[in-house]
């Protein structure tokens, strides 16, 4: 194992060297094609990195910053191991959590099939934290929206990872171009994140 990871690690290495650069000028020109404002930040810049210190094996590619939108910044990152290069998408928003009232989770999307077998997605649910959960179950927009988009052949999932001590949460995604549809979902996830969905649970019904 240790000799088949010498021989694969230079050869994975190089692969995320030409595919990262490439990642982020596809997803440049297609944030123009869907009318999105952004400004282009330096990766290596102290924003370009945020949170890829903290995972081995994980290097930012590229990141923007939004206007207009409840999405603060976008970063590329790369993967890298052994076994390949994966590439994501982080939407990070900004958020002030009150850790003292409750325990904040990672929340991620379920897909619901049409059978074990079947590849067509006929529901979405959220699992995780239950504040936010609960909101985004509620959200019949936002599901009829992420139902069309996997249509579309949206690939993967979506994990919303809260980052309180450093003031943002990130709403991660496979590297998928996404299409206007699928980012204003996520825009309107960012939202709920935004206004600080703990202190605004206690008026939904419970589930």
């Not at 959220?126 to 936002?142: M, P, S, T």
């Not at 960012?190 to 419970?206: D, F, H, Q």
């Amino acid at each position: 194992m240790a000799f088949l990871t010498a021989f694969l690690l230079p050869f994975v290495l190089s692969r995320r060297k030409k595919g990262g650069p490439k990642k982020l000028i596809k997803f440049r020109q297609h944030l123009l094609g869907i009318g999105i404002k952004f400004v282009e930040l330096d990766k290596d810049s102290e924003q370009a990195k945020l949170g890829t210190k903290f995972s081995k094996g994980q290097k930012s590619e590229g990141a923007f910053t939004l206007e207009g939108r409840n999405i603060d910044l976008i970063i590329i990152t790369s993967v890298s191991s052994q076994y390949g290069v994966n590439h994501f998408i982080e939407y990070l928003v900004k958020s002030n959590l009150n850790l003292i009232e409750d325990y904040v989770r990672k929340t991620k999307m379920v897909k619901k099939r049409s059978s074990f077998f079947g590849r067509e997605v006929v529901n979405i649910s959220w699992k995780g934290d239950k504040h936010l959960a609960q909101r985004l179950n509620l959200d019949y927009e936002i599901k009829y929206k992420l139902l069309q988009a996997n249509k579309e052949k949206f690939k993967g999932g979506i994990l919303i990872i809260p980052e309180p001590k450093h003031g943002y949460t990130r709403i991660k995604t496979n590297y998928n171009l996404p299409s206007p549809m699928i980012f204003d979902a996520i825009d309107s996830i960012a939202r709920y994140i935004k206004s600080g969905w703990i202190e605004t649970v206690a008026s939904l019904p419970n589930m």
